[in-house]
DNA sequence: CCCAAATTTTGCAACGACTCCAAGTTTTCA
DNA sequence: TGAAAACTTGGAGTCGTTGCAAAATTTGGG
């Protein structure tokens, strides 16, 4: 059962065109590759690319998938005594010291952040995102808090604990698109996430503390 | 003798299209008024309005002007003794004591913020000046403290000071659009930066301190 | 006052993203 | 097998934006 011979063209055809598209942007730019040029390489018609892509930066945020609760999870799954911003901090520090490719640790992600840095519609979706990360988070944090209605602070620590969150990115990116490779990355990284560390107060390191109260 | 009648007019003509701009946004929204519809407003050709302004976004930001840096100038502004942190907060209490329609506490701002809430384009470029504002600090910082090349403490609080400024626009915009008055935003951005302030580190609060070292 | 140079305005054509709609084509399922 | 449902396509159109060459306007000098 599960899929018929329609739902399985559909993810083809979809999985296709991501492909194809995302290839194109990385080897000539986001800019200069028009959707009909997608189209004709995908041997579909304009419409059909619209069909499954709402917008032409959709072809190349594909593969972003689940990023935007990212930051919800790890808050969700911090550990007993463990507050929301150490929480993201240990995960953080895990994919550093992992060198995954998650967090953009890996060979080819410089061409990537070079296409979205010389495209500002990319760049503008990727605010998007961030700020949809921290909507998300919080809304988690509220909820895991329980924080009253008025209560200014799950808005705060989100905002501190998006900015972690953002500043690591940021980084990597930079970095990466520097030509330096990602073991060097990762313990540059790692490093950083000490100084955000350390700069941050002690009420937004122990906010959402997993047991207190 | 300054100026002759083609300079003069040159400056009529783009203050006029920018106002009458403006005001079509305000009335009906920045998506459904058209380039034409301003060109035709402010009787001139569509053409022109390009000649004046690089993009439609531009039309509607054009008073913004000295808004990126504004942060840089609190920090290089700040007193003896006093980090760049704590100037910024305290320019920014003294601007909502004052009730300042500088920083949107004034009738009609919610009409202001509901086009630009409604208008992914706008909201873009907010996004966009966002990260003008933190780069320019970021240099600010640099110049300020002298710090060295590769220290990343500057781009760090940079970060966190923009967090404070942005934190409290949204703040306010978010305020005005819910239709309270421009004196009880004010008390309540007073008390959100107390809030803010006890969120800060000491190493983030005493960052920049003028005369020390 | 008049003319040539510099500058601004304008019309026109074109491109690309995106939308809408109606007419095919394909897949499903009874 | 045959009609309904779902997907694809072509075509026309809107809007933002750019490029170019032809007016129209302003300036400065004679």
Do not use: C
């Not at 200069?32 to 419409?47: F, G, H, K, L, Q």
């Not at 009253?148 to 970095?175: K, M, N, Y």
């Not at 073991?183 to 560390?197: C, Q």
Request: hydrophobic share 40%; no cysteine; charged share 30%.
């Amino acid at each position: 059962m599960a899929e018929g011979l329609r739902e399985r063209k559909k993810r083809e055809t979809r999985q296709r065109i991501s492909d194809i598209a995302t290839g194109l942007f990385l080897e000539h730019g986001f800019l200069t590759v028009t959707i009909a040029d997608v189209a004709e390489a995908a041997d579909v018609s304009v419409n059909t690319v619209y069909n499954y892509f709402p917008a032409k930066e959709d072809l190349f945020f594909d593969r972003s998938a689940g990023v935007v609760e990212q930051l919800s999870r790890w808050v969700r799954g911090r550990d007993e005594g463990e507050s929301a911003a150490r929480a993201v901090l240990r995960e953080l520090r895990a994919e550093a010291e992992a060198v995954s490719p998650r967090i953009g640790l890996m060979q080819g992600y410089d061409r990537f952040m070079r296409v979205i840095h010389e495209a500002p519609p990319l760049r503008s979706r990727l605010w998007s995102l961030q700020q949809e990360i921290h909507d998300h988070l919080e809304a988690t944090l509220r909820e895991e808090t329980g924080a009253p209605d008025g209560d200014p602070l799950p808005g705060l620590i989100a905002g501190q604990i998006s900015w972690i969150h953002q500043t690591v990115f940021v980084t990597i990116g930079r970095e990466m698109v520097a030509g330096r490779n990602p073991d060097e990355v990762s313990r540059e990284v790692l490093v950083l996430l000490d100084d955000i560390e350390e700069l941050l107060s002690e009420k937004v390191l122990n906010y959402a503390v997993r047991g207190a109260q």
